[in-house]
Structure formats: C-alpha cells, structure tokens
C-alpha cells in the first residue's frame, strides 16, 4: 500500500506507479510512450474524479486526518502576507496548538488564529498534535479581543482532534476557558469569520468557531464526538466508527441542510493535499468576500444578525 | 432465589414474589457512599442527603426545583419544547424510539424542566436538569428551553438559577447538539452585559459540552459537595496520559482549589445561600430567613 494514498485511493496509486514507471522507460528508449503516458493521465483523472464523487462519510473523515492534508501554518504565508505570530495568554502559557497573530488579506489588516497540528514528529509534540489547553483558548481570546479594539476581522482555522484531554487541563479550566470564548465571540464587535479545514472536533473547535460565517473545506468534516468515540458509546467498538460517522452527519453537504455551515469551498480533484496553492487561493477568495460583505454592514446589523443566528441553531 | 422458592410450582413461585412486593416499594434505601440503610421518609426530609455520611444523593429536576423554589406561585415555563430528530439518527435503535423510551420512563419531554416562581419571596427563574433522562444530555430541546428561560430573565430582569447535571452534548443530534452550547454562551453573554444576575449550580455530575457552556459562565459558580465535574470524563484522560488520576479529581473540592467555582453548598443551605446571595445583586434589604 502507497502511505501517500488512503485504502479507497489505491487504485490511483497502481496507475501512478503505471505513469512513473512509463517514464522512466521514456526517458531510456526513444520509443514515443507520450501518447500511452497522456491516457493513462487522464484514466486517473477520471478514475480520482470517480471514487471523489462517491466518498462515504468516514472517507471524507479520512482525507480530513490524511497526514499530508495542509494544516494552519501551510495555508497562513499562502493566504496572507506580512503574518507576525503573537504568543502567550499573558497567565501561563504560550500554547503552540494554536497560532495567532496580525497578517494582511489583500492588505487589509486582520487576526488570524488557528490550530495547528504540526508536520513532523518534533513539531507535532511541541503542538500537542493540535490539541489546545486552556492557555490556548484564552490566547486566541486575547487576540480576538485585541482585533475588536482595532476593528480587525478576525480569521479562525480550524483543524483538532479536540481540547486536551487531560490532567493539567482540567486544573487550568479548560472548560471555562471554552465557555468564555464562546460567550465573548457571539458578542465581539468585529467581523469573525471560521474555515473548518480539517478536522473540528467538538467543543475543542467551536473554542474558536463561534461568528458570522461559518465554512467548510469540502472534505473536512465537523463532528460533536469523533466517530471513534460515538462508536464506542454505542457499539462498543471503535470498529463501528464508520457507521457512527455515517449516522451524525459530519461532512458540510449534511451540515449546510442543516443550516450551520454556511458555505462549502470546493477541494482540488483528490483533496487539497494535492495542490495547496489552487486550495489557499480559494480560501482566500471566499474571505475576502465575506469580509466585504461583512463589513458593508453596520456593527450592530451584524451583531443582531448573528445573535439571531446562534438562537436559530435547530429550529 | 431461595431453595424454597425453587421446589414450588411456578404458579406458587409468581404468587410469592407478589406477595413480596407487597411491602412497600422502596421503603428502605441503601446510601451509595456509605452503605448505610436509611428509612426513606427520613431521608426525604434531609432533601436526599444521607443523614449518615452527608452524601448528596442524585435527584430529579422536579424534585430539584421543588425543594429550591418557594411552595407559593411556581410555574412550569415553555413546557412545550420537545426534542427534535432532524439526522433521523439511528445506531443499534432509532433515536426515537430512544425518545420515546426515555419520555415514558422519565414523564418529561427531555432533559430541562424550567419554572418560575418566588425564592425567599424574591422572582427567579430556575431551571434544573434531569439526569435520568438521556444522562442529562444536551440536545435541541434542552438548548432551547434554556435560553427561552433565560431570555425571560433578560426581559423581566429576574435572576436566572441553573442546576446543571448532565453527561454533555447529546451525540444522537451531532452537531446540533453542539451548537446549543454556543446558543446557551451567547444568551448568558446577553445576561451578564444587562446586569441580570445567573448563578450556575453544578450537581453530580457535569461533563463535556454542558460544563464547556453553561454551567461554568455563571456570575457565580456553586457546586454541591463532592460533585464530579470536567471537561473530559476519567477514563478519556487515563486512556489518555495512561496514568491513574490523582484522587479527589475533578471533584466540587478540587473545583475550589483550582478557582473553577466560587463555593460549595451543601443542598440544605441552597435555598438560603443563594437567596442571601442573589438578594445583594438586586438590591434587596437583608432578609429575616437570609442569615
């Protein structure tokens, strides 16, 4: 099995191998192998195109976890500029499972924050392997705080397998640093808008999530529980998981019927793992839009509008 | 079974175990902590404390709000929530009939049971929530009847009280279910900038998506004594750090130690603390029962 590949790609995978190999004979012999190279080409465009169009919700839950997907930091210098990193909640911690910082989106200046998984294994330790403690939570509120003051729009990324789960979380508060974030966001006197790009899990995600408009990558997926976890609550298994992640609904096509997800932001042909830069300058696009969107109308019109947002939730 | 039942024909045998449940249901109560046999009236009348250990029993919502709220001019408020299956979400069974088990079981529509009525002689609003019923968990309904209750607050400028008890989100309504904690924070924010007080009460126990909202955005964070609460349950964080927990963890004294909660009340001092408490905030005179 290729790793750069999920299970329900490798068909993909043999005929790249196909293509790879074709070449290297080419580039040997001055046989013409152009032509055979050029179809094979486009039967694994079709074949990609194929299996993408029919991907069940626990493989779109896999693309979301694919370890090449981009995280935080690879969309950051591709969709802003002049991005300088801010640290530390100023009561403990720096907590490197959130990035924020003041950058540029088309030179406008606004806040960004995100969670970041990190790429290798060094940085994944050092960021918790995008798990946030409260020294997150009350970081990325403090910047948030900071952007009302100077009516920056804040950016949130989002991408966790969930706030940390353990012991030195629970002392520091975890659930309360949560909490204020969700009640300070629905109240913030500027423009909030969240791009799930990965994976949002539960209260972890919503921490930074709660605004004026709410995107998804087309194969992230947002969930209240990971399909593992709702498996084993209720199967007992964690084999179950793809029944689970079929049954809550967790991809954006469910979750826009829904009405929480506002937009979905379409993927490169075979997730954005494959072409970072076409899948940042959608992105970027879709936030420059709803920033001038937001910021034609009045604060409180935008307020009232995502007050009444909040209260619809289910209805 | 005892040898004798076994050698009597099963028509005896039914008869005999009628003839059992003859005495009354329950008259006798085993405290959970420790062990010790209570005659259920006394109990009662120690509002499900153990008289013995000072163990606070679990209780249900209308019995939560019955033993807080004065006896005159209570009122059930917006009854008329009923949980919503919008995922027709379906597992081992559907989420439905899961519903409609838990409504028959329980005789509420779901989780919250809201009132108004008088404390002290002083209006309130006060929800409570009802852990048999689906562990207490957070879905539409719960979410909605809590901010309808709150947002009455927020009109009529009474103080809102909140007993929280509750596993967390209610997975059966994905997110949903997670939104309500947004929808629940925003509402509290609206309270707290027009200076309507809220006091959260957490009871045994709170995780997950309810302590993550609600139950810890209070003006003022009381528990009752050793109540669990936490973000994530024990056992996700020994599988997580593979180690035992400290003991005490995540328990109401832990909650104090580490500035989670302002205090701890006992549940026969709720109805006066929190009186005492809220009178300051709506700048009521000291009251003869407020000590």
Known sequence: MNPNFLDFEQPIAELEVKIEELQLVGSDNDINIGDEISKLREKSTRLTEKIYAGLSSWDIVKVARHPQRPYTMDYVPRVFTEFDELHGDRHFADDKAIVGGVARLEGKPVMVIGQEKGRNVQDKVARNFGMPKPEGYRKALRLMELAERYHMPVITLIDTPGAYPGIDSEERGISEAIAQNLAVMSRLRTPIISVVIGEGSSGGALGIGVGDHLAMLQYSTYFVISPEGCANIIWKTSEKAPDAAQAMGVTSSVLEELGIVDATIEEPLGGAHRDVDTMASRIQAHLVQEVERLQAISVDEMLEARYQRLLSYGN | ?291
């Open chain 2, 1 to 291: 079974m005892g040898w004798y039942d076994k050698i009597l024909p099963s028509g005896v045998r039914k008869q005999a175990s009628e003839r059992r449940s003859t005495v009354p249901e329950g008259l006798w109560k085993k405290c959970v902590k420790c062990e010790a046999v209570l005659y259920r009236p006394d109990l009662e009348r120690n509002a499900d404390v153990c008289p013995k250990c000072g163990h606070h029993m679990r209780i249900g919502a209308r019995r939560r709000l019955d033993i807080f709220l004065d006896e005159e001019g209570r009122e059930e408020v917006f009854d008329d929530v009923e949980p919503v299956d919008r995922l027709k979400f379906r597992d081992t069974k559907r989420y439905r009939d899961r519903l409609a088990a838990a409504q028959r079981n329980t005789g509420e529509k779901d989780a919250l049971v809201a009132m108004r009525g008088t404390l002290h002689g002083m209006p309130v609003v006060v929800v409570a929530f009802d852990f048999s019923f689906h562990g207490g968990s957070m879905g539409y309904a719960v979410g909605e009847k809590f901010t309808r209750a709150a947002q009455l607050a927020l009109e009529e400028r009474m103080p809102m009280v909140c007993f929280s008890a509750s596993g967390g989100a209610r997975m059966q309504e994905a997110l949903i279910s997670l939104m309500q904690m947004a929808k629940t924070s925003a509402v509290l924010e609206r309270l707290k900038l027009s200076s309507v007080p809220y006091i959260s009460v957490m009871t045994d126990p709170i995780y997950g998506g309810v302590s993550a909202s609600l139950a810890l955005l209070g003006d003022i964070n009381v528990a009752e004594p050793d109540a669990r609460a936490g973000f994530a349950g024990p056992n996700v964080i020994e599988q997580t750090i593979r180690q035992k927990l400290p003991k005490g963890f995540q328990r109401s004294e832990f909650l104090l130690d580490h500035g989670a909660i302002d205090m701890i009340v006992h549940r026969n001092e709720m109805r006066d603390t929190l009186g005492r408490l809220l009178a300051k905030f709506t700048g009521r005179a000291a009251t003869a029962t407020a000590v």
